[in-house]
């Protein structure tokens, strides 16, 4: 290789290769490898972003990297080679660390790159975004890139752009719309033409489908020459080239039915593009796709990783523990005669503390809510795709896209929605000239909707195709042996169609590239039970298929009461619990040999929480007895006249929960609602107050009921 | 080959990158199945349980971890030992040791590790005392369960190999799996 310039999509090339290997070194779990990838990804991160020089040493050192994990590939995972090559990884790595550091202090000589390094650009985007701001509204801004495709551009995209325009460079924007069917031949194509006039910077696909199963690309391009000039070089009527900034108006006509970029045509649409043509104010607005209250307005939404949204729930968590601690401070003034005032103060303060925490939560919440629309188009564009290879012809309709739902759960909806699409067309639309034989509208149509009810959400998937077969799906349960023949004749049609959310169920012999991979309909289930949710099936022989998911409308949040019973926390829901006392030994008495616990005037059953717990519930072998001291706090649950008292090692405090169910295997245990994650990481057992309870009444003593 | 493009093998690769975090628990699931067909497969994990050895198919391992922050959940099996969270999900935890009649004078005092097996009714943890690593085996290094062994569970024992560290133990995941289906 000799001096000169260099391309820098060879480097951004070159680094997205680095990235991939790291990953692919990851899965494989070549840990070694995986880390001189990584070394090696970062300098060239280092290289595109212009903070280090490509010098004879860099090139050498990349090359050496390249060879080891060849290497890999090809020794590495015979035992011998293994251990010699996990031998090169440290000198490696401390050279791709050397190289880093020299990188800072400036080029090491050797080989040059024409183009002076750049030096990192402190803040780029609030600079010129400054720039924009400050600017007086009668100058042009020169070759500015439009807040929303800018916003988009990763940041070596901008890097590159910004480099672009320091060069004197003519930045420029070509859209395209492309056929669903072809963009991924026809998109490289139209590259490798734009390639050869000038530096592709970007490639922008939009997140709208166009007119007709389009889908539309805008593709930054720096050029020597002038957006006119490339676009009678690149001779192509479908792609509608604009330069950036200045002048606004396309050079050539964009495909019908596709909007241009957003920017320009917001603030100034074709027909006003003309100054002759617009009133007395409107020439700066022309001259100025940006107007500066356009830029001073600003983005109206950030972009939070859900992570930290967790964090923050989780903040608030602690904090109604913290709240639960004031309370107890309070009842302690309470029963000191001289508090009597600090006490009063304490609750209304707690009260109020109480109440804004219970916003903040709310407010919190709230932020973690998106609808479900862009899952919608994704399913639709999934639906399409494989709607044109089966050649079925499908059209969608989605009602409720706006629909909220917490980030998390829509995230765990998308695997079993794209599944139930898949299954809608490839299992539930017949072919056209099936359709035409019963009479049907050759188009089938796919419904996806969606529908708050309550605290819930219900998602529906239907097609009005052939149908399900509860009849054949017995069958074919019977014949993989999941059930036995005498079970599917006793079987309900419900129950029947069921069958097909059993594991390894298929209900078509020849395993198809979409819905048959082996994993049915089970994973939906299972992804919904584990979002403490359901999945219901109607169908209607040659009219089509309902699939209705319910979901929680936000990840099972509840206040609890955390406790200690013998040497374990364990959660009560707040919901049940009435209140928590301190036992004094005067309190508690005894009633037809049970302990009780004498409360204002009343008399409750005594129990203690870690025995009731030990008690294996099926065998129910008498009552529960304490010989014991009583412990030093009682937990009130249940309701009215079916109060009772369980004793508690330890009250901890109240604290909010999200609560996780434990699963098959351990789920049908009695007595437990589910598990819940506290800060140190362990889990802790939610409670299931109701079935506890009913336990208790069916070991006490009728007499008991009585008394109280 | 232009450096421009990516190689046509890292484009072929890059739809699996954007899905790799779907398609891992389905290719999970899979390979899970796919253990259970194979009799005995070459690669298998080398671990301990009460200073025994014992292997399980590497197709048949979701995942190795560290055991800590056990939760004991009252009511179940004795041989459950309690429930972890691995990455926000429950996993139940099972002592290996108990179910194959074993015991440990020593077991107590070492960090314990735990092999996660996992099929469509969640993932699973076994308790087990020292994870050794990747033994390969050869069909002829190979022998069928002998008679006798696994008094109490002998399903659960697929067979015996003998290597140059001493014989060590074949279990079945699926049939553990089965075996571990409820663990009250």
């Known amino acids: 290789m000799a001096t000169g310039a260099v391309r820098p999509e060879r480097i951004n090339a070159m680094f997205r290769q680095g990235h991939t290997l790291k990953g692919l070194f990851g899965m494989a779990g070549i840990k070694g490898a995986q880390r001189v990838a990584h070394g090696t990804e970062d300098l060239l991160e280092s290289m595109r972003m212009g903070r280090a020089a490509i010098t004879g040493d860099t090139l050498a050192l990349l090359i050496d990297c390249v060879d080891h994990c060849a290497q890999r590939v090809e020794e590495g995972l015979s035992a011998d080679g293994g251990a010699v090559l996990e031998a090169q990884v440290e000198p490696l790595l401390a050279r791709l660390q050397g190289q880093a550091r020299a990188g800072h202090t400036g080029p090491a000589g050797g080989i040059q790159v024409a183009q002076p390094t750049a030096p990192p650009r402190p803040a780029p985007v609030v600079a010129s975004e400054l720039q924009v701001a400050r600017r007086p509204p009668a100058v042009a801004p020169q070759r500015e890139l439009p807040p929303e495709l800018r916003r988009m551009l990763t940041e070596y995209e901008e890097y590159r752009f910004e480099e672009s325009k320091r060069a004197g460079r003519h930045l420029m924007a070509a859209q395209v719309a492309l056929s669903l069917m072809d963009c991924d031949t026809a998109l490289p194509a139209l590259e490798a033409q734009l390639g050869a006039l000038g530096e592709i910077i970007a490639r922008l696909p939009s997140a709208q489908l166009g007119a007709d199963g389009t889908i539309v690309f805008d593709i930054l391009l720096a050029a020597d020459a002038a957006a006119s000039a490339v676009a009678a070089r690149l001779g192509r009527n479908d792609v509608a080239l604009r330069p950036l900034g200045g002048d606004a108006e396309p050079l050539t006509e964009g495909p019908p039915g596709v909007s241009a970029l957003p920017a320009p045509t917001e603030t100034a649409p074709p027909s006003e593009a003309h100054p002759a043509t617009l009133g007395p104010a409107a020439p700066a607005a022309a001259a100025d796709p940006e107007p500066p209250a356009a830029v001073s307005k600003g983005p109206q939404t950030v972009r939070v990783d859900i992570g930290r949204l967790d964090h923050l729930m989780h903040l608030v968590g602690e904090l109604g523990s913290t709240r639960s601690v004031l309370g107890r401070l309070a009842l302690r003034a309470r029963q000191d005669g001289q508090a009597q005032g600090l006490a009063a103060e304490l609750e209304r303060e707690g009260a109020r503390l109480e109440r804004r925490i219970s916003m903040l939560q709310a407010q919190v919440l709230q932020a973690r809510m998106v609808p479900l629309a862009p899952l919608f188009d994704r399913l639709v564009r999934a639906g399409t795709k494989v709607a044109l290879e089966l050649g079925i012809e499908a059209q969608f309709s989605t009602v409720g896209g706006n629909t909220e739902l917490d980030k998390r759960i829509v995230e765990e909806l998308a695997d079993p929605l794209l599944h139930l699409m898949r299954n809608a067309i490839d299992h539930g639309l017949e072919l056209p000239q099936d359709r035409a034989a019963q009479h049907k509208p050759t188009v089938g149509t796919v419904r996806l909707w969606a529908q708050a009810q309550g605290s819930h959400v219900v998602v529906g998937v239907a097609d009005d195709g052939g149908g399900i077969d509860d009849e054949a799906v017995a069958q074919e349960a019977v014949a993989r042996g999941l059930i036995t023949a005498e079970r599917a004749k006793e079987m309900s049609v419900d129950e029947r169609l069921r069958l097909i959310l059993l594991p390894g169920f298929s209900t078509r012999d020849e395993v198809s590239e979409y819905s048959g991979r082996g994993v049915g309909l089970d994973v939906v289930k299972t992804h919904l039970e584990r979002l403490g949710g359901a999945v219901e099936i109607s169908t209607q022989r040659g009219k089509g298929s309902t699939f209705t998911l319910m979901a929680p409308v936000t990840l099972a949040i509840m206040p609890a009461l955390i406790v200690v019973a013998g040497d374990t926390p364990y959660a009560i829901p707040l919901a049940h619990v009435v209140e928590t006392v301190g036992v004094e030994p005067a309190m508690v008495g005894s009633a037809h040999g049970q302990p009780t616990l004498q409360l204002r005037g009343t008399t409750l059953a005594l129990t203690p929480l870690a025995e009731l717990l030990q008690t294996k519930s099926a065998t129910g072998q008498g009552r529960i007895c304490s010989g014991s001291a009583p412990l030093p706090y009682a937990v009130i649950v249940g309701q009215a006249s079916r109060q009772t008292a369980l004793t508690v090692t330890d009250v901890v405090g109240q604290q909010d929960i999200v609560i996780k169910p434990l699963g098959p295997r351990l789920g049908h245990i009695r007595g437990l609602a589910g598990a819940a994650q506290m800060d140190d990481r362990a889990l802790i057992l939610v409670l299931d107050m109701m079935a506890l309870a009913n336990e208790l009444r069916a070991h006490a003593p009728q007499a008991l009921e009585a008394d109280g | ?184």
């Not at chain 2, 048949?60 to 971890?65: A, D, G, K, L, R």
């Not at chain 2, 990747?134 to 024992?157: M, S, W, Y």
């Open chain 2, 1 to 184: 080959m232009s450096a421009d493009t990516p190689p046509p093998v890292a484009q072929a690769l890059a739809p699996f990158f954007a899905t790799a975090a779907e398609q891992s628990r389905e290719r999970a699931l899979v390979l899970a199945r796919a253990g259970a067909s194979a009799q005995l497969p070459t690669e298998l994990l080398s671990f301990t349980i009460a200073a025994e050895s014992f292997a399980l198919p590497l197709t048949q391992v979701q995942e190795i971890c560290r055991l800590e922050a056990l939760t004991r959940v009252p009511r179940a099996r004795d041989t459950t030992l309690g429930i972890m969270s691995l990455r926000g999900q429950v996993v139940p935890v099972v002592a290996l040791a108990a179910i194959l009649g074993l015991t440990d004078p020593k077991e107590g005092r070492k960090p314990l590790r735990a092999i996660v097996l996992g099929d469509d009714r969640g993932p699973l943890a076994l308790q087990v005392g020292e994870v050794r690593g990747v033994v390969r085996l050869l069909p002829q290094d190979v022998a069928p369960r002998p008679f006798g062994l696994g008094a109490q569970h002998p399903e659960l024992i697929a067979g015996v190999a003998r290597t140059a560290r001493g014989v060590i133990t074949l279990l079945d995941g699926p049939a553990i799996l089965r075996h571990l289906e409820r663990l009250l």
